[in-house]
């Protein structure tokens, strides 16, 4: 018999940023009590929890202390030490287990795994020092990134080189420790989709949607992607492939390059809920973090509903004092702030959901407010 955890019983969160505090917010919708466990004190998901455990990532007895006081343990972020979080979990409910998270913290299993399932990725070779970089480039070609396998995230350890290659930028990244190379994908869409499992096997599929960063940082996203029918069903067979690998139990979000001749190639994997799916708290039928904890508490999953197109852009810190000033003239927006008390550039301070009827009309909306522009 599966495992159902009802309202009244606490969810437990690794990690208090924007991820947890949304998470929070819905767990609370569904009657949970909800616990975290953060070093900083008074963070989003602390603002919203029950109670937050003030502590860092890696410090074991903290971490046995959530899982005590949990009913279920989930996690935001992908940097979890996986050892300890399999130790500390092993009392408690933790159905989405470490086999996933593990995956995705490094980037040479996650190339291995989605080519274990006959996915595509960027042609890539894995190195370890300069002499192995010159060698992958001669390899590869340029333009080409280097990667750090771990740790990354937001562009961070990450550096193309378009023409040769700066020793001086590739060094940081070799001193972290393996790293991989791997060919520019030429895309011309970035895309996502986001799916939740349950432990009953069943899996709810978000929309297609497409992603545009800026400097690295995702910067807006718009649902549904333009593609076609047959790319969108890809995408979601794709990202069903994975799910179904990994008995999927949470949600997990799936990163694609789409090129001129209509190829994908999976980037990255998030084994969470993700900065792209934060649309769907108001334009679906359900958002991902409602699927989400549905998932890890194994209620049924529903299909899911795209109720209007939409635009959601991201409020940075450099942003944040010009969003604001927005709040007056902009009624239809929904403005989502996290709470946090720096706001430092490059740093998610919040976003905006904008849902619409003509993408391409709220785009021109959002550009003429210059709060975007460079
Ligand atoms: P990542 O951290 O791997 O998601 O990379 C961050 C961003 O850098 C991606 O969303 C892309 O915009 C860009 N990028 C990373 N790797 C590649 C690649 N192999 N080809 C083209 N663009 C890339």
Request: proline share 6%; with cysteine.
């Amino acid at each position: 018999m599966t495992k159902i955890i009802l309202p009244g019983a606490t969810v437990g969160i690794v990690g208090g940023g924007q991820l947890g505090q949304m998470m929070a917010l819905a767990a609370k919708e569904m009657g949970f009590r909800v616990g975290v466990l953060d070093p900083t004190p008074d963070c989003p998901c602390g603002q919203v929890a029950d109670w937050q455990i003030i502590a860092a990532y890696q410090d074991e007895a903290a971490l046995s202390q959530l899982a005590e006081k949990s009913d279920v343990l989930t996690f935001e972020f992908e940097n979890v030490h996986v050892a300890t979080l399999d130790r500390v979990a092993s009392g408690t409910y933790f159905p989405q287990g470490t086999h996933l998270l593990a995956i995705s913290q490094n980037r040479l299993k996650e190339k291995s795994f989605l080519q274990s399932l006959g996915l595509p990725v960027a042609p890539f070779v894995p190195l370890e020092n300069i002499r192995d970089l010159r060698q992958a480039v001669a390899k590869l070609g340029y333009p080409c990134v280097l990667k750090t396998t771990t740790d990354g995230y937001d562009g961070k350890g990450q550096v193309v080189f378009t023409a040769e290659v700066d020793e001086a930028l590739a060094a940081p990244l070799l001193a972290h420790g393996a790293c991989v190379l791997e060919a520019w994908v030429p895309f011309v869409k970035e895309l996502s989709i986001m799916v939740a499992g349950n432990e009953a096997g069943e899996l709810s599929f978000f929309p297609v949607v497409e992603n545009d960063h800026r400097h690295n940082i995702l910067h807006a996203t718009l649902v549904p992607a333009a593609i076609s029918t047959h790319l969108s069903n890809e995408v979601q067979a794709l990202a069903k492939k994975i799910a179904t690998a990994v008995k999927l139990v949470g949600t997990l979000a799936v990163e694609i390059f789409l090129t001129p001749d209509g190829e994908l190639f999976v980037n990255e994997l998030a084994p969470r809920p993700h900065n792209s799916g934060h649309y769907s708290i108001e334009a679906c039928t359900i958002s991902q973090f409602t699927a989400h904890l549905r998932g890890i508490c194994n209620w049924p999953l529903p299909p899911v509903r795209l109720l209007s197109p939409a635009v959601m852009v991201n409020i940075l810190g450099e942003h944040l004092a010009k969003s604001y000033g927005e709040i007056p003239r902009q009624r239809s927006w929904n403005f989502h702030l996290y709470g946090k008390a720096l706001a430092k550039t490059g740093r998610k301070m919040g976003h905006i959901t904008i849902l619409t009827t003509n993408l391409t009309q709220t785009l021109k909306e959002i550009q003429a407010t210059k709060i975007w522009d460079a």
